[in-house]
């Protein structure tokens, strides 16, 4: 019973600390080692027909430069930035998964009980049968299993951000990207604007770096980072 006791309580434990959604983040980063010694920066929506004036561009591009000013850079006004940073972003239409899977049943088994007949030859040529019965103690284990099938929508989220060099396309009218940083995300949500911070949280110390590599991060609402980046809106209404 104990053993019994012990496992109910380290699955409760299991199922409570699983409660929270984990968010899964990709962050791919390139970058020109040409151009390493920017110091500021404009910010501008990349997305078609979205203006700086667009409220929810607004309160995305709030996250995004608390991001690269602790990266390092600073914002400016057009004429004296040294990059000008688009921002784009948007999620994808829904996609259906269907799954089975089967679920251990834990339990106690019953104690059994079997019968043991075994017969003994006397040395008069007599036989003498004895009867006994055999039980067995219960015991704690799988006593069987639950199927259950089910279907999940996904989403896919993005968030890219493309460095122009600006000194070349004033001077040269030339489009030389500086580095570019791709966040993305799949997952039951399809609000952009709960994933967004925590997407951004994901890139604080890869944005405008070379990541050699796709980067996955786990993150939870919860973790500071992810506080951290959501405070900054909260800071605005205030």
């Known amino acids: 019973m104990k053993k019994y006791f012990l496992f109910c309580t380290l699955l409760s434990l299991l199922i409570l600390s699983g409660c929270e959604p984990s968010f899964i983040v990709r962050v791919n980063s390139i970058s020109d080692v040409n151009y390493n ?5 404009i910010l501008l929506p990349g997305n078609e027909g979205v ?44 996609e259906e998964q269907s799954y089975s899977y089967s679920v251990p049943v834990y339990g106690i088994e019953g104690a059994k009980s079997s019968n043991l007949t075994a017969n003994t030859y006397n040395s008069n040529g007599s036989t003498s049968t004895t009867n006994a019965e055999i039980t067995t103690k219960p015991n704690f284990g799988i006593i069987g ?80 980072d992810v506080q951290e980046i959501k405070s900054i809106n909260q800071l605005e209404i205030k």
């Open 37 to 41: 010694n920017q110091k500021s920066f």
């Open 51 to 94: 203006n700086e004036n667009d409220l929810q561009f607004k309160e995305y591009s709030r996250y995004v430069k608390y991001v690269l000013e602790k990266s390092g850079l600073k914002e400016a006004e057009f004429g004296k930035a040294d990059i000008a940073i688009f921002l784009s972003y948007g999620i994808g239409n829904p």
């Open 145 to 224: 299993y639950n199927s259950y099938s089910e279907t999940i929508t996904n989403y896919f989220r993005y968030i890219i951000l493309d460095a122009i060099d600006l000194k070349s396309y004033q001077d040269k009218k030339e489009i030389n990207k500086c580095w570019e940083t791709t966040i993305s995300s799949t997952g039951s949500s399809d609000d952009l604007r709960r994933v967004f911070p925590i997407m951004v949280a994901a890139t604080q110390i890869y944005i405008g770096k070379n990541t050699g590599e796709n980067i996955t991060i786990d993150l939870h609402e919860s973790d500071n």
